[in-house]
């Protein structure tokens, strides 16, 4: 490992102009990324195996609701869809699995505050 001090630095601070131009575009791919679902692998695995597709439209609903869920203070939520039933993350947006409608009858949830029905 070299330990020396080098006498030569960039300097630290870019011009102003950059600086602004770089916070906004970057606020802006955070704000974005915040506010898209996330899968875990594992709902992407039960997601696969369960043959569940949902269209952008089923997406943007879900995130909505999310939104709203989040805002009353829900943390955990169980989200009906038509066709499959997931048990998001409200804070963070992050689908913990994915289950087909079907198996709905057969199953007991819990650790979730919330549930989402969308129609």
């Known amino acids: 490992m070299d330990n020396r ?6 300097p630290l601070v870019p011009n102003k102009n950059t600086v ?12 974005k990324y915040q506010q898209e679902i996330e899968l875990s ?6 997601m696969t195996q369960r043959n569940i597709v949902l ?6 609903k879900m995130n909505e609701k999310l939104d709203q ?19 998001v ?9 994915a289950l087909d409608k079907s198996e709905l009858s057969s199953k007991i949830f819990t650790n979730i505050n919330g549930t989402i029905l969308i129609d």
């Open 41 to 46: 692998k594992h709902a992407s695995d039960r």
């Open 55 to 60: 269209s952008d439209a089923d997406w943007n």
């Open 20 to 31: 602004q131009q770089k916070k906004a575009s970057n606020f802006s791919d955070v704000l």
């Open 89 to 97: 993350n409200a804070e963070n947006k992050k689908v913990i699995t």
């Open 69 to 87: 869920a989040k805002n009353k203070g829900v943390k955990e939520s169980l989200v009906i869809m038509n066709n499959a039933a997931f048990i």
């Open 5 to 10: 001090i080098h006498a030569y630095h960039h």
